[in-house]
Antibody
Framework: EVQLVESGGGLVQPGGSLRLSCAASGFTFSSYSMNWVRQAPGKGLEWVSY????????YYADSVKGRFTISRDNAKNSLYLQMNSLRDEDTAVYYCARDAGDYVWGSYQSYGMDVWGQGTTVTVSS | EIVLTQSPATLSLSPGERATLSCRAS??????LAWYQQKPGQAPRLLIYDASNRATGIPARFSGSGSGTDFTLTISSLEPEDFAVYYCQQRSNWPLLTFGQGTRLEIK
């Protein structure tokens, strides 16, 4: 069964740090790009970060750039999100999601996110 | 940033009825639009990619159409399990993906 399982969420004070993990199983993790997407309480979805299969390409939303770091360990089938300098507005459920994409004429095309974890909750509060 | 506006915010229908959900982009996204379904307490599920292509395992009652700035998700005959929140998402400005604010489809 194709599965993603997040962990590492919790309660943290403003300015604090947290490291999220996402364990993949049931597919060849090293062949897929991955994303982190978050959802604040009662709100919509917000894309946070992207990492290519080999970690050669990484992108961040402006709202987290300079504070969050995405990484992966293909040998451990795991994706990570290091979150520093956390703010109240970072409070959300964080999902890892597999990117459904392919290379077309040498250019990567992302068609969407086709496998999602169940999410892990991050609460930033004093 | 490309802004996606979904309408209506809430749609009240009965099982068996046809649902039509709209997503409008602030600028052209060509056909680079996806739709997701999210049920309470669950992760989103990819339904449609590139405006009109059903993702793997998605029933034929779900269809997508549109291009440029105006897109539609249609559910031809609502099943009880279809009542959920639906989000559109553009990839025209990849990797800076953006989502719409969602349409809640509720049972009338």
């Amino acid at each position: 069964e194709v599965q993603l399982v997040e962990s590492g969420g919790g309660l943290v004070q403003p300015g604090g740090s947290l490291r999220l993990s996402c364990a993949a199983s049931g597919f060849t993790f090293s062949s897929y790009s991955m994303n982190w997407v978050r959802q604040a309480p009662g709100k919509g979805l917000e894309w946070v970060s992207y990492i290519s299969s080999s970690s050669s390409t990484i992108y961040y939303a402006d709202s987290v750039k300079g504070r969050f770091t995405i990484s992966r360990d293909n040998a451990k089938n795991s994706l990570y999100l290091q979150m520093n300098s956390l703010r109240d507005e970072d409070t959300a459920v964080y999902y890892c999601a597999r990117d459904a994409g392919d290379y077309v004429w040498g250019s990567y095309q992302s068609y969407g996110m086709d496998v999602w974890g169940q999410g892990t909750t991050v609460t930033v509060s004093s | 940033e490309i802004v996606l506006t979904q309408s209506p915010a809430t749609l009240s229908l009965s099982p068996g009825e046809r649902a039509t959900l709209s997503c409008r982009a602030s600028q052209s996204v060509s056909s680079y639009l996806a739709w997701y379904q999210q049920k309470p307490g669950q992760a989103p599920r990819l339904l449609i990619y590139d405006a009109s292509n059903r993702a793997t395992g998605i029933p034929a009652r779900f269809s997508g159409s549109g291009s440029g700035t105006d897109f539609t998700l249609t559910i031809s005959s609502l099943e009880p399990e279809d009542f959920a929140v639906y989000y559109c998402q553009q990839r025209s400005n990849w990797p800076l993906l953006t989502f719409g604010q969602g349409t809640r489809l509720e049972i009338k």
